[in-house]
């Protein structure tokens, strides 16, 4: 044994490294050799071997305590008690060694303390990121209401008798509609002439538009997926496109609506026709067309959510357009109970701008339980799919996008808000919105309504995807009040042309129309005061002040819709000069856009 300890080879491998850098081969970190040399009887040697072993500290703080441990066993034999009394007095060495360990590892230096609280810091991040991890993508939202089946509610309820889709389908299809029609890129009067030649070459087309326009409802049950349309549907809209099977994706956010960009071609064509027959003086031909526009418009807002009612407004301007052609160009064209009956349907139908907001309320609604947890008290943290939707807001952000790495993911959504806080923020965007369509501008003040919510989105941080679910809905507001205003100037122009019919000219000012032929006269809906009118070359305008609220004698400013500028809130700089002509809107006009 002795020659062994002595071997070279042994004495460098338990040489300590800072006596290597001496050039000292010492091998005293060989416990072997320590208590060999010792000359301790053999239960000694084992009992310090058996307590050093357990220690598991350091080879040189090892060497130590066996070194303490010689020595106490040394002098326990020198005053003659008996080995195996020692060993049997010395008690457990398991809890020897235990105790031993915790005073050695306080004496280590402070750096090494340091650099444990690091290492058991980590560790713990790493533990609760693995928490947080499983407990993220194990997490799934809970689909408690179906929207899409609230959406689509409306047109289910149509009898299948009273619906408009299949004819206007059926139209379409004789004209080869295709999806993206070139009218699209096309400048009105091309789109004019594109459609002159398609109703010339298909006649019964046009028919079958008129009829479907007369229907009830649309009857178009929309979906979020190309595979869920049916095969009428599938190759009418998509014939290019090979049928496949459904995805499962019913995300309202998602819901497809393609049905619009028909319709609006269908009322492309009834616009085109009303024109001809303007010129030929087909009186019958051109009521047909301006009643067909307004059952197109109507047909829009069946799927009530904000672009669908964009569609009918849009429909219902150009009707009014066309109205204002026929009563500048051929007033005497239709008869004055023409005219009555249109100004009733005029005033019948209304765009629904309120239940838009109610469908973009439950469009956002929708959102948030595809996104985030249900704990059952309305409460819950963001998943993986809401997590996506903060990726897609933030994808032009390089910096800011590369923490949304799927490697943090688990972390990020303690802080992107909770589902409380981001149907709080959803439900007060709406009621804003639908606080302000009920006022008119004149009431609303120069106060952006929606800076505290702004504050608010902004307090919950870069993370929160309350700024991409959240759009700015003042827009709807100022369409809604272009709209309302010029709808009563179409009243108001059809009353001037019967009052010109019955007295041989125009009113001088505008309260002669009142109570014969309008029961209410309506006011400026930017100043609140009247409207402004004069007769210029036989032909009546009337208008507001618009946005700049100066009287520009009528003038048109270079936003025909110029009450968008007159916003609460709007940056001067936006403020269009000139008036605001709501009528007549021409098809002049029109072109102008």
């Not at 239960?43 to 310090?48: F, W």
């Not at 699209?184 to 398609?198: D, F, G, I, P």
């Not at 006269?521 to 100066?550: E, M």
Request: proline content about 6%.
């Amino acid at each position: 044994m002795n020659d062994t300890i002595h071997q070279p080879w042994r004495r460098l491998t338990h040489t300590p490294m800072r006596d290597l850098l001496r050039f000292r081969l010492t091998g005293r970190l060989d416990l072997d050799c320590l208590l060999t040399t010792s000359g301790l009887p053999e239960p000694a040697v084992m009992c310090v071997r058996k307590v050093v072993r357990a220690t598991r500290l350091w080879r040189l703080e090892k060497i130590a305590v066996a070194e303490e441990l010689i020595a106490h066993f040394a002098d326990g034999l020198e005053s003659g008690v008996a080995a195996e009394t020692l060993v049997r007095d010395f008690g457990d060495a398991r809890l020897a060694a235990r105790l031993i360990r915790r005073a050695k590892v306080r004496q280590r230096p402070a750096l090494w303390h340091l650099w444990r609280l690091m290492v058991w810091g980590y560790v713990a991040v790493v533990v609760l990121y693995g928490l947080l991890a499983v407990r993220f993508y194990l997490s799934k939202p809970t689909i408690a209401v179906d929207y899409l089946a609230k959406f689509n509610a409306p047109a289910k309820a149509v009898p299948e008798s009273d619906r408009a889709w299949p004819l206007y389908r059926q139209a379409l299809t004789e004209m080869g509609y295709v999806q993206r029609p070139t009218c699209n890129v096309l400048s009105l009067q091309e789109q004019l002439k594109a459609c002159l030649t398609r109703m010339k070459e298909h006649p019964q087309a046009m028919t079958l538009i008129r009829q479907a326009a007369a229907k009830p409802g649309l009857g178009f049950v929309t979906t979020t997926s190309y595979g869920s349309f049916s095969p009428e549907d599938h190759a009418f809209f998509y014939p290019d496109r090979p049928r496949e099977a459904p995805e499962e994706n019913d995300m309202l956010m998602a819901v497809l609506l393609p049905q619009l960009q028909a319709l609006r071609y269908a009322a492309w064509h009834l616009e085109a026709e009303a024109q001809r027959a303007l010129d030929a003086g087909d009186a019958q031909l051109v009521m047909d067309d301006l009643t067909a526009l307004l059952g197109v418009a109507r047909h829009f807002s069946e799927n009530r959510c904000y672009i669908p009612v964009l569609w009918d407004t849009g429909t219902q301007l150009s009707m009014y357009q066309v109205l204002g052609d026929v009563l500048h160009s051929r007033r005497e064209l239709l008869s004055s109970t023409q005219l009555r009956d249109l100004a009733h349907r005029i005033v019948s139908q209304n765009v629904p701008f309120c239940e838009a907001m109610e469908g973009e309320r439950m469009s956002l609604l929708d959102l948030v339980q595809h996104c985030y947890t249900d704990d059952g008290r309305g409460n819950g943290r963001i998943t993986g799919e809401g997590i996506k939707q903060l990726r897609w807001g933030l994808e032009e952000d390089a910096n800011t996008g590369l923490l949304l790495h799927p490697v943090l993911m688990p972390c990020v959504r303690w802080f992107a808000g909770s589902r409380q806080d981001l149907m709080k923020l959803i439900n007060q965007n709406i009621d804003i919105t639908e606080s302000q369509m009920e006022r008119p501008l004149y009431e609303q003040g120069n106060v952006d309504p929606y800076a505290s919510l702004n504050q608010e989105i902004k307090a919950l941080g870069w993370c929160s995807p309350s700024r991409w679910v959240l759009p700015y809905y003042g827009i709807v507001a100022a369409t809604r009040e272009r709209y309302l205003a010029h709808r009563e100037g179409a009243i108001i122009g059809i009353a001037l042309e019967l009052y010109r019919r019955e007295y041989g000219d125009y009113p001088a000012k505008l309260d002669a129309l009142v109570p014969a032929y309008l029961p209410t006269l309506p006011v400026d809906r930017i100043t609140g005061g009247p409207l402004l009118y004069h007769v210029t070359d036989g032909q009546p305008v009337v208008y507001s002040v618009g946005a700049d609220r100066d009287d520009d004698g009528g003038r048109r400013g270079t936003d025909l819709y110029a009450p968008s500028p007159g916003v609460p809130g709007s940056p001067p700089s936006k403020v269009d000069t000139g008036d605001w002509v709501i009528w007549p809107q021409t098809m002049e006009a029109k072109a102008m856009r």
